[in-house]
């Protein structure tokens, strides 16, 4: 797998327009099989890694561009770094992780956070080392495990990790629980956290959004049709959230709506942009019925799309290092 993966990879390089730092790009995620990158004018970039089986996750990190990739099927995830001086180093397998299925960078250090089949695990910058692993116990036992999500906050390097038979925990850098949170009923739609640590989770199934803070106190909680992929700006600590499918909704810390406007017709991920606050839209329809990515300013704008094949994943990153 990893032999396939780097011949495709060294042959796009050869035809690659951009190298370097990350410069506003969004990560794509096509069919569970090709990774896309867009840039941030929406245009695609010859770079595409393809022929890979199950990718559940694509996440960039905005400080260097690194882009980590999760790999279920093969129980895998890559480290992908374009601006390697030596080819050895610019795709690198980590250990082994069980069906991984989300990856969270912390763009302080570039560890990452990778959720997998029974828990979360953390990873070195240079993707060589297991350095913590979270296997959380109790919930609901009648919600297949498999589904965890994990959001860490690169102020302090804490995580919140949401299973999804239910409970909701914080924890710091070494994987030591420092909190609890609520129990929802299955909250794995996303998660989001913002600098001071409160966080978003989304329980698609039972039509919830939560706002939680660190020490695990219930702050906001809301009704919501099929509420997935909450994304914090850190700058006011709002949050965007996609609600049945199709409607992109802007609220306040507190709960309060600010804005709704639609924004396709399968929307399954979304990300928000570093430079601007706008927001980068996974469609698995789209115009085409086949799958778009889209930007949408916060206003409802569409700003373009790119028809992009069945988009699950999108990312942009986002660091204010100060």
């Known amino acids: 797998m990893k032999r396939m993966l780097c011949v495709a990879i060294l042959f796009v390089m050869c035809v690659a327009t951009s190298y370097g730092q990350y410069n506003g790009e969004c990560w794509v995620i096509s069919g569970g099989d090709t990774v896309y990158k867009l840039h941030a004018n929406g245009n695609a970039d010859p770079t595409v890694i393809p022929n890979l089986t199950q990718a559940s996750a694509a996440e960039v990190n905005p400080t260097d561009g690194v882009t980590w990739i999760a790999i279920s099927a093969s129980n895998a995830v890559f480290r992908y770094d374009q601006a390697a001086q030596v080819p050895e180093e610019e795709f690198i397998q980590a250990p082994p992780i069980e069906r991984p299925n989300m990856i969270s960078v912390n763009p302080a250090d570039g560890t990452v956070w990778v959720a997998w089949l029974n828990g979360a695990s953390k990873l070195s910058s240079d993707g060589t080392q297991i350095l913590a692993q979270i296997v959380p116990q109790g919930?609901?036992?009648?919600?297949?495990?498999?589904?965890?999500?994990?959001?860490?906050?690169?102020?302090?390097?804490?995580?919140?990790?949401?299973?999804?038979?239910?409970?909701?925990?914080?924890?710091?850098?070494?994987?030591?629980?420092?909190?609890?949170?609520?129990?929802?009923?299955?909250?794995?739609?996303?998660?989001?956290?913002?600098?001071?640590?409160?966080?978003?989770?989304?329980?698609?199934?039972?039509?919830?959004?939560?706002?939680?803070?660190?020490?695990?106190?219930?702050?906001?909680?809301?009704?919501?049709?099929?509420?997935?992929?909450?994304?914090?700006?850190?700058?006011?600590?709002?949050?965007?959230?996609?609600?049945?499918?199709?409607?992109?909704?802007?609220?306040?810390?507190?709960?309060?709506?600010?804005?709704?406007?639609?924004?396709?017709?399968?929307?399954?991920?979304?990300?928000?942009?570093?430079?601007?606050?706008?927001?980068?839209?996974?469609?698995?329809?789209?115009?085409?019925?086949?799958?778009?990515?889209?930007?949408?300013?916060?206003?409802g704008t569409k700003l373009f799309a790119n028809p992009i094949p069945q988009p699950s994943s999108v990312s942009v990153g986002y660091w204010e290092a100060n």
Do not use: C, H
């Open 139 to 299: 919930g609901n036992p009648n919600v297949e495990t498999g589904r965890f999500n994990v959001a860490v906050n690169p102020k302090d390097g804490s995580v919140w990790v949401a299973d999804a038979r239910g409970p909701i925990n914080r924890y710091d850098a070494n994987g030591a629980q420092i909190a609890t949170g609520p129990t929802m009923q299955e909250p794995k739609a996303g998660i989001a956290v913002d600098y001071d640590g409160n966080a978003w989770v989304a329980d698609s199934q039972f039509n919830s959004l939560i706002r939680v803070s660190p020490t695990g106190q219930e702050l906001v909680k809301l009704e919501m049709p099929s509420p997935t992929s909450p994304r914090v700006n850190p700058k006011d600590g709002s949050v965007w959230v996609v609600s049945s499918q199709s409607m992109l909704i802007n609220l306040s810390a507190d709960g309060t709506k600010m804005s709704e406007f639609p924004a396709g017709m399968a929307v399954v991920a979304i990300t928000l942009s570093p430079a601007d606050n706008g927001i980068w839209v996974a469609d698995m329809l789209g115009a085409t019925f086949t799958g778009e990515v889209s930007k949408y300013g916060t206003n």
